[in-house]
């Protein structure tokens, strides 16, 4: 059989599953085998529960189950990495509330965007640490912005270290940072990626085996980071728009079959959006059987319980925070093959993910 006839085959399939899956809300069986036994990444923590990317998010997390906890890092002015979803930190913590910084409020260019707020290469740990996190999203999780005002900002090195403390008993706490940012952090002196690795070969991490993966939605900073580790790299990519630093011309260039050769040549797989493998209830895409042709993993992002996140099919009721059908949502991608997946609810992922393995 040639390699056109595989393909052709292997996408005849997923949209003859996606077609079932959108009718039915059933896994067909049996389904596309995935390349790996698929992970659990918990997005920002266990996000959908807790503020995101604090040491309570990422803990819960780890009780529910979760493979990998999902640190965001950007540099503080002395450069220290820490985990926030953007070096804007207006709207994840309360920085507004103190005063003292008040004239560090300013607008800056990032990535082609303008942004204006308070930004964390402009304060030091010490300074961070001061700041205590909020909701991000308040309006959708009411529930989560009860614990504002209670946690710190934590650094890599606090969450390396308790991934570590809770790898016991057999089990391996995996960690999955993203690289945010890159080129403009280089270009204002604060490069991120040879501090980043350093600080993963200094927990012990270095070969493909160690239970990390770093991940980014530029290419470059990718291609230097696979000359100076053996850790597994994930391409991130969305359904619209290009890499920040234009090492290609759109992630829709990228997702073709060339494409994905191309990242082959330094990734072990790629995260897309979940719209590149299939956008809502329409059929799924060819995206997982590209890619595995081409030898990579798929990990997409990101699964949310909230109905606005969620396809029209599998939302309950009209009220966009109201919590819909979401194992559903998994359950969809899970039988399309892929390797793994973000999600803001892990433990639902988790038990999610386990039905699955049970039932094959």
Request: aromatic share 6%; glycine share 8%.
């Amino acid at each position: 059989m040639t390699k056109i006839t595989r393909t052709a085959i292997a996408a005849s399939l997923l949209l003859v599953s996606g077609t079932a899956i959108a009718q039915t809300g059933a896994m067909p069986h049996p389904a596309p085998a995935s390349l790996s036994p698929p992970i659990v990444i918990a997005h920002r923590g266990a996000s959908g529960l807790r503020p995101e990317h604090t040491i309570a998010s990422y803990t819960l997390a780890i009780e529910q189950g979760a493979d990998f906890i999902e640190p965001d890092l950007v540099p503080t002015k002395d450069n220290v990495l820490v985990a926030r979803h953007e070096n804007d930190i207006t709207g994840t913590t309360n920085v507004a509330q103190h005063p003292e910084f008040a004239a560090r409020k300013t607008t800056k260019v990032i990535d082609g965007e303008s942004h204006t707020g308070w930004f964390t290469e402009d304060f030091t740990l010490a300074e961070l640490k001061t700041l205590r996190a909020v909701e991000r999203l308040p309006k959708l999780r009411p529930a989560n912005a009860k614990y504002d005002g209670q946690f710190e900002i934590p650094t890599l090195a606090e969450i390396i270290a308790l991934a570590k403390a809770h790898s016991v008993g057999g089990r391996v706490v995996g960690i999955y940072p993203e690289t945010k940012h890159p080129s403009y952090f280089a270009g204002i002196g604060h490069p991120t990626d040879a501090l980043l690795v350093a600080q993963l070969k200094a927990a012990g991490w270095n070969s493909p085996s160690d239970p990390v993966f770093i991940q980014s939605f530029e290419v470059d900073n990718l291609k230097r980071i696979h000359t100076m580790t053996g850790l597994r790299l994930i391409q991130l990519m969305d359904a619209t728009g290009g890499p920040a630093d234009h090492a290609a011309p759109s992630y829709a260039a990228m997702a073709t079959p060339d494409g994905l050769k191309a990242i082959a040549r330094y990734a072990y797989g790629i995260g897309p959006g979940l719209a590149m493998i299939q956008n809502g209830d329409a059929p799924p895409t060819t995206l997982v059987a590209d890619a595995h042709a081409a030898g990579l993993r798929l990990h997409p992002w990101t699964f949310r319980a909230e109905n606005v996140f969620l396809a029209p099919s599998l939302q309950v009721g009209t009220d966009p925070a109201a919590h819909g059908r979401i194992e559903e949502a998994m359950r969809r991608y899970l039988a399309l093959g892929i390797d793994g997946f973000f999600t803001d609810f892990p433990g639902i992922g988790v038990t999610t993910r386990n039905a699955l393995k049970d039932h094959r």
